[in-house]
């Protein structure tokens, strides 16, 4: 008596769950992220050296994640193969990380985290905008949601500070928005390219424009600080970066772009417990709520987009 096949072949359920496993771990490196770049800035470090600092001791990952792609015999790219990859890695990688540093000298680690979130629901509207894909109802709920919620952590988070987190959340909104883009266009690249070259390549791109900014508008002695910070930026650069850069990449080829924002729901809880118990940051009911509201919103719109 033969059995019958289940719906979704093992090869393919095993090669999702290693996906979501990427994506989650990926989340959660992200997450710490914020935790370490507070502890940097408690150095008196600013966020052009912390942002040089971890792209700095990135590079050498990438540079060998480049060299070792390069081995494995895929057709060399294309010069709009190189344009897409430097573009989208310098908007992805370096400029939505120095929006979001310098946000993060304003506001708590949890509202960056929440408004970083946002990006899913970012990815809707610019579809609509650009590729004309229809805004349904479903959507509207959803950005309702989001966007009522970080009302919420806003409001939650300026009562316990002293001024700043309007102009801070600005900056963080604009990382987001720029991960969103980043989002869109890596989407359509990858596949073309490859996962692991992709992510070597455009973190390389990034790397190298934050020691450009670096060296133009810093001087030498801007690099003594703390030894706590240099240990701090690489932390941020393995863990937070070359890591999480790489497992989300492989994890957005295996499952899709839409299932991957579904598992990445956990990293501003993930921020949020680590901001609490290393940072001593304040948890109101009004941000609880206004958290739950963000991921409702954004587990709305990333569960339309799987269907």
Known sequence: MSRSSPSVPAPGRA??????????????????????VKLAYGYTADATTVLALRMGFSVPFFIGMALWSGRQGQAPLERRDWMAVAGLGMLGYYLASFLD???LQLISA????LILFLYPTMVVLLSALFFRQPIGRREVVALALSY?????????????RQGGVGPGALLVFGSALAYAFYLLGSGRVIPRVGAMRFTAYAMSAACGMSVVQFAVTRPLSALQVSPHVYGLTAAMAVFSTVLPSSLLAIGIRRIGASRAALVGTIGPVATIVLAYFILGEAISALQLLGAALVLAGVLVVSLKSQK
């Open 15 to 36: 090669a999702a769950l290693a996906g979501a496993g990427f994506v989650a771990l990926s989340a959660v490196g992200f997450s710490a992220k914020a935790i370490m």
């Open 101 to 103: 540093l310098l946000g």
């Open 148 to 160: 009522g919620g970080i009302g919420l952590v806003f409001a939650s988070d300026a009562s316990f």
């Open 110 to 113: 949890s509202l960056e985290r």
